[in-house]
């Protein structure tokens, strides 16, 4: 699976942004999808999951409320709705999947990654 990010780019804190990742898989309908991402100097972190059909989803408690994700199966595209972004979301936001259905926080349970978007929020 090869997944392609976009929609990175430098906004106000406060602002909106809404990234998306496409995936090659024609079988896109299969794969959980998730966000990480990683902010210079510091660890990879998960953000949220969404389940093969986007019936569950998860977030981390830092974005809980202020970020949505979802997904668009007919065109193997899944989206990163981010609002009210603060400067600590700066950071590469990276596209994962993974086949199972398992919305897993641990970035060694998605073997298919991005390259990786970059956002940079300023004050």
């Known amino acids: 699976v090869q997944l392609q990010a976009s929609g990175g780019g430098l906004v106000q804190a406060g602002d909106s942004l809404r990234l998306s990742c496409a995936a090659s898989?024609?079988?896109?309908?299969?794969?959980?999808m998730g966000w990480f991402r990683q902010a210079p100097g510091k660890e990879r972190e998960f953000v949220v999951a969404?389940?093969?059909?986007?019936?569950?989803?998860y977030y981390a408690d830092s974005v809980l409320g202020r970020f949505t994700i979802s997904r668009d199966n007919a065109k193997n595209t899944v989206y990163l709705q981010m609002d009210s972004l603060k400067p600590e979301d700066t950071a590469v936001y990276y596209c994962?999947?993974?086949?199972?259905?398992?919305?897993?926080?641990?970035?060694?349970?998605?073997?298919?990654w991005g390259q990786g978007t970059l956002v940079t929020v300023s004050s």
């Open positions: 969404i389940s093969w059909g986007g019936g569950r989803t």
């Open positions: 994962v999947a993974d086949s199972r259905n398992y919305l897993s926080t641990d970035t060694r349970d998605y073997h298919y």
């Open positions: 898989e024609r079988t896109f309908s299969s794969y959980a």
